[in-house]
């Protein structure tokens, strides 16, 4: 049987071993911390290095004239009309209310307002007739007129009443001759009779011859004819006299109501003359007003035929001549060079950092040198960027706000001939 031997290290050496372990350890831990910390040291100094502070805000934009550029045309009424006269060019500077440009419907607005002028001037001459009523002279002739129609009346009247009073007097005439014809036909007839009684016996007791006695009877037959005939005219006679009597009463009456009708007629006209109404007055002042009316509707008709500037300003670009119908862009544009502004698109990311008067510089290659200005305004909303870089790596769809940058004088004077420039505006923070 074999035997095994046990062996029995020391403990000094295994203590010594785990010494050694633990401070190695302790050194390794150690050295990473001083290695973290000095990682840490360099990070902060690469940082400070690589991120500098952030001083400007830089965009892109335009230089634009104050206000907005004006494309000025002829007035709504005057469209299709054409430009007789063009009184600028390119390039001239403009007063408000300058004329630009003539139309070639001035001549007959001209005769329109000369025409309302005059319209205006009778108006005013029947007013001042009604204010003043008639003339002395009218009055007058008019008193004359209606006592002329009351002698008239009153001479027609007196021949009418003598006309009648003859006729009365003719026909009594007539009727009492006529009356006494049949009286002394009656007499005869009476007579005649007697006689005719006294032959027809004499006849009976063949005293007388039968002629002789036919004779008799025939006198009185004669008589009785001629008695009825001269009362059949004297009805006649009395009938006619009543008629024309009745005929020239009637002419009468018609003369007097006449005549009163025409004296009434005359004094009224008379009346008419004389009277001022104020309601004749105010029709004229109401005629007057409406051709004054009419005549300020024909100046402002003509006034629209002279294309007049609304603005001080600079002819930036001529769209129809002389001899051309108006363009739908109109006939000149006219912007106000004297105060430049600069229009730039800042990035909505970068918005938060311009503030009014802020000081700008503006750059362009088209510039000799920069020029300066200070923020006006501030946008009130994000759009889509209109001026574009033409690098094409750039974002060509950024959303912008734009904000107006107010150039100083200086640098007006060198930017008034460069509307619509793209520049590069940097904003001073």
Request: charged share 25%.
């Given at each position: 049987?074999?035997?095994?031997?046990?062996?029995k290290?020391?403990?000094?050496?295994?203590?010594?071993?785990g010494?050694?372990?633990i401070?190695?350890?302790?050194?390794?831990?150690?050295?990473?911390?001083?290695?973290?910390?000095?990682?840490?040291?360099?990070?902060?100094?690469v940082?400070e290095?690589?991120?500098?502070?952030?001083?400007?805000?830089?965009?892109l934009g335009r230089?634009?004239?104050?206000?907005?550029?004006?494309?000025?045309?002829?007035?709504?009424?005057?469209?299709?009309?054409r430009?007789?006269?063009?009184?600028?060019?390119?390039?001239?500077k403009?007063?408000?209310?300058?004329?630009?440009?003539?139309?070639?419907?001035?001549?007959?607005?001209?005769a329109?307002?000369?025409?309302?002028q005059?319209?205006?001037?009778?108006?005013?001459v029947?007013?001042?007739?009604?204010?003043?009523g008639?003339?002395?002279?009218?009055i007058?002739?008019?008193?004359?007129?209606i006592?002329?129609?009351?002698a008239?009346?009153?001479?027609?009247?007196?021949?009418?009443?003598?006309?009648?009073?003859?006729?009365?007097?003719?026909?009594?005439?007539e009727?009492a001759?006529?009356?006494?014809t049949?009286?002394?036909?009656q007499?005869?007839?009476?007579?005649?009779q007697?006689?005719l009684?006294r032959?027809?016996?004499?006849y009976?007791d063949?005293?007388?011859?039968?002629?002789?006695?036919?004779?008799?009877?025939?006198?009185?037959?004669?008589?009785?004819?001629?008695?009825?005939?001269?009362?059949?005219?004297?009805?006649r006679?009395?009938?006619?006299?009543?008629?024309?009597?009745?005929?020239?009463?009637?002419?009468?009456?018609?003369?007097q109501?006449?005549?009163s009708?025409q004296?009434?007629s005359?004094?009224?006209?008379?009346?008419?003359?004389?009277?001022?109404?104020?309601?004749?007055?105010?029709a004229?002042?109401?005629?007057?007003?409406?051709?004054?009316?009419?005549?300020?509707?024909?100046?402002?008709?003509?006034?629209?035929?002279?294309?007049?500037?609304?603005?001080?300003?600079?002819?930036?670009?001529?769209?129809t001549?002389?001899?051309e119908?108006?363009?739908?862009?109109?006939?000149?544009?006219?912007?106000q060079?004297?105060?430049?502004?600069a229009?730039?698109?800042?990035?909505q990311?970068?918005?938060s950092?311009?503030?009014?008067?802020q000081?700008v510089?503006?750059?362009?290659?088209?510039?000799?040198?920069?020029?300066?200005?200070?923020?006006?305004?501030?946008?009130?909303?994000?759009q889509?960027q209109?001026?574009?870089?033409?690098?094409?790596?750039?974002?060509?769809d950024?959303?912008?706000?734009?904000?107006?940058?107010?150039?100083d004088?200086?640098?007006?004077?060198?930017?008034?001939?460069?509307?619509?420039?793209q520049?590069?505006?940097?904003?001073?923070l």
């Open positions: 049987m074999m035997r095994v031997l046990e062996f290290p020391s403990p000094k050496p295994v203590i010594i071993l010494a050694a372990i401070l190695s350890i302790g050194g390794f831990q150690g050295y990473r911390i001083l290695q973290s910390q000095a990682e840490t040291t360099k990070n902060a100094q940082s290095i690589t991120t500098p502070e952030i001083k400007t805000v830089t965009a230089l634009e004239p104050k206000g907005t550029v004006i494309q000025l045309s002829a007035p709504t009424s005057n469209q299709g009309s430009v007789e006269k063009l009184l600028v060019q390119e390039g001239d403009v007063k408000t209310g300058q004329v630009i440009a003539i139309l070639d419907n001035l001549p007959r607005l001209e329109a307002y000369q025409e309302a005059a319209a205006v001037r009778i108006a005013q029947n007013l001042e007739k009604v204010q003043q008639a003339k002395t002279g009218e007058n002739a008019q008193k004359a007129e006592a002329r129609i009351e008239q009346k009153l001479g027609d009247e007196t021949g009418q009443r003598e006309a009648v009073a003859r006729l009365e007097a003719q026909w009594q005439g009727i001759a006529q009356r006494a049949i009286n002394r036909l007499a005869e007839l009476k007579n005649a007697v006689e009684k032959y027809q016996q004499l009976r063949g005293a007388i011859s039968q002629s002789l006695f036919d004779s008799k009877n025939l006198t009185v037959d004669t008589i009785t004819q001629q008695l009825n005939e001269a009362r059949a005219n004297l009805n006679i009395d009938s006619t006299g009543k008629k024309q009597i009745n005929e020239a009463k009637t002419a009468l009456n018609r003369m109501s006449t005549g009708k004296i009434t005359a004094k009224a006209t008379l009346d008419k003359i004389a009277e001022v109404r104020p309601v004749d007055v105010a004229a002042k109401a005629e007057l007003n409406r051709t004054i009316a009419a005549a300020k509707q024909a100046k402002a008709n003509l006034d629209q035929a002279y294309v007049k500037s609304p603005q001080d300003g600079v002819i930036f670009d001529i769209y001549h002389a001899g119908v108006v363009s739908n862009n109109g006939i000149v544009e006219i912007g060079t004297n105060q430049m502004y229009v730039a698109e800042v990035y990311s970068d918005i950092k311009i503030k009014p008067e000081k510089k503006i750059s362009s290659i088209s510039l000799a040198e920069e020029l300066q200005g200070t923020v006006e305004s501030i946008g009130w909303k994000v889509r209109n001026v574009v870089n033409s690098d094409p790596s750039e974002n060509i950024s959303r912008v706000v734009e904000v107006h940058i107010k150039l004088q200086e640098s007006s004077n060198k930017a008034k001939q460069l509307t619509n420039l520049i590069k505006a940097v904003f001073l």
